[in-house]
């Protein structure tokens, strides 16, 4: 440990304390654990999914145009991973990236 690691000041620690699909999955509500909220569109978070398969690893450029998800994109399923992330199926059968709580309240931004 250095000296910087006791004076730094420590990264704010949060996460979803709700999470809700709408009916028709096609957005998804989170409540934070610091009082906020956020509202985020299926589309937008396919379009932003963060796998391997959707951004090349080294370079960091997504693998496909973003403006080719269609607007009715739906998340079919939500799931918790561990106490840091979301996992979600689409309406297109993708479900294999990984939402950690700071990128989605990023993408909410």
Known sequence: MSIWDSVKPAQKRFNATNVVLSSDGRTLTLTWSDGGSSTLTARRLRQ????????????GVRTFDVESIPAETRVLEVSPVGNYALAFTFG??????????AYLKELAA
Do not use: K, L, M, N
Request: charged share 20%; glycine share 10%; net charge negative.
């Open 48 to 59: 932003y999914c963060p796998c391997a398969g959707c951004v090349e690893e080294w370079s």
């Open 92 to 101: 297109d059968a993708h479900r294999t990236g990984i939402f950690q709580w």
